[in-house]
């Protein structure tokens, strides 16, 4: 099962990539299975998917790295980070709480930093990590009075290209 799971051609791709239930879903999941497998079997399976895919990934593109920082929901799943450890020996793997950054706000530290870079007028990526053929700007905002007074963002365009991007809801576990 774990070899049909690595045949995924996404896993071949080089950097920079990203993906996520728009390619890993329960349509993905159940064309990948026989139909025999225990549920136990798929999810320890999945787990070994998911790091085995990390930490190939890492001795791939980032050799010699010696600090593994994990944040998000995995990574408070002491199975994973056990495993990623055994998988990257000379590696510590350890959560970004011990930078002093909780790994469950990073997305939201990453969505402040990015709308800083908007107030400052400056680009939110850099081409050379997200592999962008320009610099992408996001639309700047100003407060605007509603009927109510309560402030809500006009958006205004300030640079040739604007990118906006997709912003889901998401609650703290």
């Known amino acids: 099962m774990l070899e049909r799971f690595l045949n995924e051609p996404f896993f071949a791709l080089p950097p920079p990539k990203s993906s996520g239930r728009d390619l890993f879903n329960m349509t993905w999941l159940r064309n990948q299975l026989h139909g025999d497998e225990t549920a136990a079997d798929v999810q320890a399976t999945l787990l070994e998917l998911t790091c085995r895919t990390i930490a190939l990934s890492i001795q791939q593109y980032c050799v010699g790295a010696t600090e593994i920082y994990l944040c998000g929901g995995g990574a408070h799943n002491q199975t994973l980070r056990n495993r ?3 998988l990257l020996p000379g590696s510590s793997v350890q959560t970004t709480d011990v930078l002093g950054v909780d790994g469950d706000y990073l997305e939201a530290i990453a969505f402040a930093w990015l709308a800083q870079q908007t107030l400052h007028g400056k680009p939110a990526n ?4 997200t592999g962008a053929s320009i610099p992408a700007f996001w ?4 407060p605007n009075k509603c009927k109510r007074g309560a402030e809500r963002p006009v958006a205004l365009p300030a640079a040739d290209r604007l990118v906006m991007p997709r912003m889901k809801n998401r609650s703290r576990r």
């Open 139 to 142: 639309v700047p905002f100003i």
């Open 126 to 129: 850099l081409p050379l990590v």
């Open 84 to 86: 990623l450890a055994t």
